[in-house]
């Protein structure tokens, strides 16, 4: 139990679909990060929030969607995927602004784009 | 460019053996380097790293940064199959605006320790 909870652990959607991934930290912590995890490439960082705010977004497409409603609460929208989307999203968690300390993550959620 | 190198990409090792993991980076706005293990499901972290030349030390795993030369290793001694996973290098960069501490990661490198 790592104190951050992903669901679904596990999606399979049409690219016509629409679909939301959630996660949620039960560790105080008040940054929240978004990274895709493809076969043989690093972690990419999609999205981060500090404090409710949106702070980065790695030139995302536009098919996916972020929203922080509070600090313990990070959703990923998705819509109109492609079949290259088909991936590991993981959320982490982490303490700011004392940016020393570690990011925590989910299991993470495996999405198949048919 | 930012840049985080993971080597060797996998290793293969008995139990018992030593293995020693290598992480080179050039970043902008370095602030830390961090060591996670990913078995099948979430990262866990190891260490984080700010300093040069002090040696963290977790049981069997120890790991130490050199920011002159730009690289970490990560050293397990007398390995177990339970030390079978991908070890992810990532580094630390400097979110001045918000202090979010966001990582840049390497490929990894999969160990497997065979019985």
């Known amino acids: 139990e790592t104190g951050v909870t992903q669901t679904p652990r596990h999606l399979v959607m049409g690219m016509t679909n629409k679909k939301s991934l959630k996660c949620e930290q039960h560790l105080g912590h008040n940054a929240m990060y978004w990274y895709k995890q493809s076969a043989k490439k690093p972690l990419e960082l999609m999205f981060v929030?500090?404090?409710?705010?949106?702070?980065e977004n790695n030139s995302v497409p536009s098919r996916f969607s972020p929203e922080c409603p509070n600090s313990s609460h990070l959703f990923l929208h998705l819509h109109t995927l492609q079949p290259e989307d088909s991936a590991l999203y993981l959320c982490?968690?982490?303490?700011?602004?004392?940016?020393?300390?570690?990011?925590?993550f989910g299991d993470g959620t495996r999405l198949s784009i048919l | 460019e930012d840049k985080v190198v993971q080597s060797p990409l996998s290793l293969v090792v008995h139990e018992g053996d030593t293995v020693t993991l290598n992480c080179s980076y050039e970043?902008?706005?370095?602030?830390?380097l961090l060591w996670y293990k990913q078995e099948k499901k979430a990262p866990t972290f190891l260490f984080m790293l700010t300093s040069s030349g002090i040696e963290k030390k977790s049981g069997r795993l120890s790991s130490i940064l050199d920011k002159k030369e730009l690289f970490s290793i990560l050293n397990i001694t007398a390995t177990q199959t339970g030390d079978s996973a991908i070890y992810l290098c990532a580094v630390g960069l400097m979110e001045s605006q918000t202090g979010a501490n966001n990582l840049f990661f390497g490929t990894g490198t999969r160990l497997t320790v065979i019985p």
């Open positions: 982490a968690s982490s303490q700011a602004p004392q940016g020393d300390q570690p990011q925590h």
């Open positions: 970043v902008t706005n370095f602030r830390s």
């Open positions: 929030y500090s404090l409710e705010e949106r702070v």
